[in-house]
């Protein structure tokens, strides 16, 4: 049972225009939607969350939106830089027995193209 | 302040035998937990532990074990490995059971069953 979904695996974007990645779920009792991005050989980097209670939080270059009644988040990333080229995953929190548990997306590979 | 360190980076073991994961968590991180990432898949949540006790569980069976230690470093052990557990096994500290506030990774341990 996959609760959260990436669905497209890969995306190629000029660099200077908007990337937008994509991100739906399942379970309407995620609390926080997360964004991290993933270098060969290094570890998930936090990127920028969004509580469920919120629509849209931006951080510099990075916005994340959520839509609760499509059950979908999306990260925009403007303008996009060749740096910005990883992994990005989705991820979302639940609270079972006083324990945060993440769910993650299978990831979107981003390509910037200089 | 020192970031999450993980250890062995790489690491190859055959079918049946064991094998210890070691992470150190980020300086003042109390809650340590751990992800199997699988080729292709995002990371999926094993087991986390807050002041030395297990504190949430994935759906991975008794033979994945872990411990967290006063000083909040943490082992992942896993027993009678099969050639489905290799995978990169990451690390994950936080502060607290915070949702929002995300995980910090450590690059992770590849682990290969033969």
Redesign the interface.
Known sequence: DQQVKQNSPSLSVQEGRISILNCDYTNSMFDYFLWYKKYPAEGPTFLISISSIKDKNEDGRFTVFLNKSAKHLSLHIVPSQPGDSAVYFCAASTVTSGTYKYIFGTGTRLKVLA | ETG?TQSPTHLIKTRGQQVTLRCSSQSGHNTV?W?QQAL??????IF?Y?REEE??R?NFPPRFSGLQFPNYSSELNVNALELDDSALY?C?S?LG????????????SRLTVL
């Not at chain 2, 292709?40 to 949540?45: N, T």
């Not at chain 2, 059971?97 to 992770?108: D, H, N, P, Q």
């Open positions: 999450v937990s992800y292709g898949q995002g990371p999926q949540f986390q807050y504190n949430g994935g990451l994950a936080s059971l915070a949702g929002g506030v995300g995980l910090f990774f450590g690059e992770g």
